[in-house]
């Protein structure tokens, strides 16, 4: 347990703890209450010997933090994993265990822990580990659901003779006794030169009353932008293997922005919109903190949703109602010259005609961060630009994303104390972190006045 300390940039809305933090693990609700263990290092604020810290909440506005939940043995640290309650109404975590062989290889395997009724005690199971590695560098981030149709359990582990860029399904009937079933990935979506990570397989329905299977899945360097992002695909999932219902090559992104990455949904709750939670960094810079008393938080909880579009089903996602309503209001048509505070919900609709710009300007900067403009066939894009930062490589970016037709749309701002959620229309989302001077500095949304041309590379299709 911590007392949360006052730190300039530490969010208030959005999970932190008091050193380092990456992804979310073994999301699970169970009697009412959400668990979120996390990778942490109690003892650091880089990325250092994992443990699973322990969190829950009610609402995802007040947490209780729990003593560490999962630490590392003589078999590795603990890196990411999920949790499953079973039909007996048993909570189990599955973890990698992750050590460095005396080549400097990364050795990883899978491992299964029986939580008390309470959630307060962990113990690791007698025959672990229950799915050992045959050779496979990547091997890692168990993520496991039911799977009704086969009446079985189903993980989804990042899968790599190298780098990993492919997520295996594995199946079993106890969770102890694995059996491997198909493999992903190799020729579909964006593949830079790190690992896939943290895959995750849910099904929704889309509006049309069909279901749909979507596997997100972490992609750890070169994104569209430099360092981390997290896709997805569309498709079907028959127990065994996934099929891709787009073109190989189609590239979804289920965030647009620098810093949303390792998505995890919470197992046993809202199966038609499930809720996820991703670490809010970038593997490119996370290592390299600018704060002291905390180095990394977690996003505001969303519900995903398919939602039909003229280029067919994307993933769209929507923020609770009631962690909406924790955050102080602000109508974009009646913006107060400063906000009282750096926490606050921007909300509004916003219409373009044919060759206007609207720029949104936060924490009193002088370039805007993010700028819509509406080009002369009537579509709109977005640019967004962070400011370079002393000490993070490749923090600074300036990018823009074609968001396609639109004269008027939703825009919906979460702001805390330098964390920023954007969306237009549920569909399009951009999570960055910023560290300005004035978290509470003036607000300005109107035409763009700073001319700079963005260097001429292509836009990023959204959606
Ligand atoms: C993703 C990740 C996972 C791994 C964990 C280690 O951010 O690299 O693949 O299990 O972090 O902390």
């Not at 969303?302 to 067919?312: A, M, N, V, Y």
């Not at 949104?360 to 967004?384: H, I, M, Y």
Request: hydrophobic share 35%; aromatic share 12%; proline share 5%.
């Amino acid at each position: 347990m911590f007392n949360q300390s006052f730190e300039k940039f530490r969010p208030q809305l959005h999970f932190s703890a008091h050193h380092w933090i990456n992804d979310p693990n073994g999301l699970i609700y169970v009697n009412g209450v959400y668990h979120v263990f996390y990778q942490c290092d109690p003892d650091g604020l880089v990325h250092g010997t994992m443990h699973w810290g322990h969190a829950s909440t009610t609402d995802f506005v007040r947490w209780k933090h729990h003593d560490i939940a999962l630490f590392p043995d003589q078999n590795g640290a603990c890196w990411s994993g999920s949790a499953v309650r079973t039909k007996d109404g048993d909570v189990k975590l599955l973890y990698t265990s992750h050590l460095v062989d005396e080549n400097g290889r990364d050795f990883q395997q899978q491992w299964l822990v029986h939580a008390d009724e309470f959630m307060a005690k962990f113990e690791k199971e007698r025959t672990n580990p229950v799915i050992m590695n045959n050779g496979l560098a990547c091997f890692r981030d168990p993520k496991v659901f039911w799977h009704e149709g086969t009446g079985r359990w189903i993980m989804a582990l990042s899968h790599g003779e190298n780098m990993g860029h492919s997520v295996g399904f594995h199946s079993s009937t106890d969770l102890v006794n694995w059996r491997f079933e198909s493999v992903f990935g190799e020729d579909h979506g964006r593949h830079g030169d790190g690992s896939w990570e943290c895959p995750d397989l849910l099904q929704l329905r889309a509006p049309d009353g069909t279901q749909h299977w979507v596997l997100v899945v972490g992609i750890g360097n070169q994104a569209y932008g430099a360092g981390s992002g997290t896709m997805y695909f569309i498709g079907q999932f028959d127990g065994r293997e996934f099929t891709n219902a787009n073109p190989p090559e189609a590239e979804l992104w289920l965030d647009y922005g620098r810093d949303y990455y390792a998505v995890q949904s919470f197992f046993g709750i809202h199966q038609e919109e499930p809720l996820v939670l991703a670490w809010a960094n970038n593997w490119k810079y996370a290592q390299h903190p600018v704060t002291t008393s905390f180095n990394g938080l977690l996003s505001l909880p969303r519900h995903l949703k398919l939602i039909e579009t003229s280029q067919g089903l994307r993933l769209g996602a929507h923020v609770p109602e009631q962690m909406k309503s924790a955050f102080p209001q602000i109508s974009l048509s009646d913006l107060p010259t400063h906000p009282s505070t750096g926490v606050f919900r921007l909300y509004g609709s916003v219409s373009l005609s044919v060759g206007e710009t609207k720029a949104l300007t936060l924490f009193g900067d002088l370039v805007p961060q993010f700028e819509f403009a509406c080009n002369t066939d009537g579509s709109v894009t977005l640019r967004q630009r962070r400011a370079p930062m002393e000490g993070r490589t490749e923090f600074e970016h300036d990018y823009c994303i074609a968001l396609g037709e639109m004269s008027a749309f939703d825009l919906e701002v979460f702001v805390d104390n330098g964390v920023v959620e954007l969306n237009v229309h549920d569909l399009i989302w951009s999570t960055n972190v910023y560290y300005p001077d004035q978290l509470a500095g003036r607000i300005q949304f109107g035409a763009a006045s700073n001319d700079t041309e963005l260097e001429a590379y292509p836009c990023l299709q959204a959606p």
